[in-house]
């Protein structure tokens, strides 16, 4: 295992506490929890360490973020927190339902009660979401909570101006990337039988976005 694989983003860094707090409120006592867009395993690692009766499953389509994820882990090992699958959000099978992956407290009960999505659905393109939104119908248990974090607009506009400056940001470095309106994403939670419950501002403009499978 290669220490230096682990990456570190500052965000992730400042972002986890107030994350922490949302989950430690909406969760239920125990279960499992699918992390889609791990990044660098920060939060991973973090969340694993606080969230004891839950297991958490990270995963991130790009290899260096799995060995980030891994080496993370590697560094600040927790009983709950697993390898990093290979999870591309855009695809209509995710690894965890085509490889069989033996876990048996998921192939027993086939479900996850939270699946957390944290800063991606503005950075990939949309069809990621709509493959999020597919995954979390598939794999939520009835009543479990998908969960996203990120910057939105409302009702089509921005919520700041630094948001509408990432916002061009974004756009200028792929054109398929940019700050979703809420009211789209809610549209699409809602045709995959996800029920909007709560919707928090958080720190730096950006928005906790709760779903409830019904
Ligand atoms: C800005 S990073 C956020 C990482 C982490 N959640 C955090 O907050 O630190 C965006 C992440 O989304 C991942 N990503 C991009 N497209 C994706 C997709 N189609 N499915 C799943 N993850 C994707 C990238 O590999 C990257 O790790």
Redesign the pocket.
């Known amino acids: 295992m290669n220490l230096d694989a682990r990456r570190y983003?500052d965000?992730?860094q400042r972002?986890r506490q107030p994350i922490l707090e949302i989950l430690q409120r909406i969760l239920p006592p125990e279960g499992n929890i699918l992390?889609?867009?791990?990044?660098?395993g920060?939060?991973a690692v973090f969340f694993a360490a606080e969230l004891v009766n839950h297991d958490w499953y990270p995963?991130?389509?790009?290899p260096l973020?799995r060995d980030s994820i891994a080496a993370w882990r590697n560094h600040h090992p927790s009983d709950n927190l697993h390898d990093p699958l290979d999870?591309?959000?855009?695809t209509s099978c995710w690894a965890i339902e085509n490889e069989k992956i033996s876990i048996d407290a998921i192939t027993q009960c086939q479900a996850f009660c939270l699946i957390a999505?944290?800063?991606?659905i503005h950075?990939?393109?949309w069809k990621?979401c709509l493959?999020?939104m597919a995954g979390a119908n598939r794999l939520l248990s009835a009543g479990g909570i998908l969960y996203l974090?990120g910057p939105y607009k409302r009702n089509g506009q921005h919520i700041s101006p630094s948001n509408e400056m990432f916002d061009r940001s974004l756009r200028s470095r792929n054109f398929q990337w940019g700050v979703r309106n809420l009211e789209d994403v809610v549209a699409i939670a809602e045709s995959e039988d996800l029920e909007l419950q709560e919707v928090v501002a958080m720190p730096a403009n950006n928005l906790s976005v709760i779903f409830r499978k019904q």
């Open positions: 983003a965000a992730t972002n992390e889609i867009s791990s990044g660098t920060q939060h995963s991130d389509p790009d973020s999870i591309d959000a855009m999505n944290i800063n991606m950075i990939s393109p990621a493959g999020l974090y």
